[in-house]
């Protein structure tokens, strides 16, 4: 297999890395002052058209953090989320279908710049549509608890279905491609589209949250010893967990037959997420007899990056012929 090459810098803006806490205290962030405004081709909506639900008890404030005080400007986190919000990249020639990215962060920040990224701007030049979404954290008292990232992720992809007649592609060739914990968030979106995380709130609530296809690359899946990733287990379920809670919130226990196909790619010497995550889903896929695929790298650690190669990484590829192949049952 042929090892991913893309710069270790190219995924900072969807969070390849699932850090546990800003790179610096606070106190020195605060004296950087990040973008907001994005360039084009960006177009950056709210997820809810008010305030984000449950939020009664929340008094967290938000905050823009740089990842690392003297590195690149657009290398941002989002912190104690109350506004989470969506972003459209715009493709030069659409192929007909869409791909919501949800980046990672280990459910403590989410690692994303309204500036975008390699990835994002790959995946338009081949043609998809893209949304980049921002979403809130266990941790900051909001009344879904654990559920509060799913909530966003369902009201996300019902965004992306209703815009697919202004913008030129197929509602029923819907993506969802997750990094790191914003794995884990799109294994939650996959595998529990049968059940509302939340009470409507207008008519795209209408819509379905079951996305077409999965790509879930170094992802965060189980929550059980002795290869949960330590840092999203605590902001899910605590630091002293009950059996029934751990199981409750890992992917790999939760796979309906109806799953729709899923695509999983890591590196063998990942030190952040174990790889044994992504053989644990896909084995549980294969139990339900989901279509499902899966690329165990020997090199890439966490992020599918190789600091001494230039180029695409490997994945794309094989996610873009993933979503490509033809599923018709044949006669």
Known sequence: MTTPRLPRRALLALGAGALVAPAVAPSVIHAQTPPTTPPAPFEVRPLWPGAAPGGEAVTVQEQVVLRNPNGDPNDTAFVHVRDPWIMLRRPARPNGAAILMIPGGGYQRVAVSKAGGAIDARLAEMGYTVFIMDYRLPGDGWAAGPAVALQD????????????????????????????AGGHVAGMLTTRFHRDAYAPVDTIDRLSARPDF????????????????????????GSDPTEAARDAWSIERHVPADSPPVFIASAADDRVVPVENSLMLWQALRAQNVATELHVFEKGGHGLTDPGQSGPPAWEDLFDAFLKRDRTPKP
């Open 153 to 180: 992720a369902q009201r996300a992809i019902r965004i992306v279905r209703s815009r697919a007649a202004e913008l030129g592609f197929d509602p029923n060739r819907v993506a969802v491609a997750g990094f790191s």
């Open 214 to 237: 999965a790509g879930l690359m170094f992802p965060v899946v189980t929550l059980t010893p002795p290869y949960a990733h330590g840092p999203s287990a605590r902001a899910l379920v």
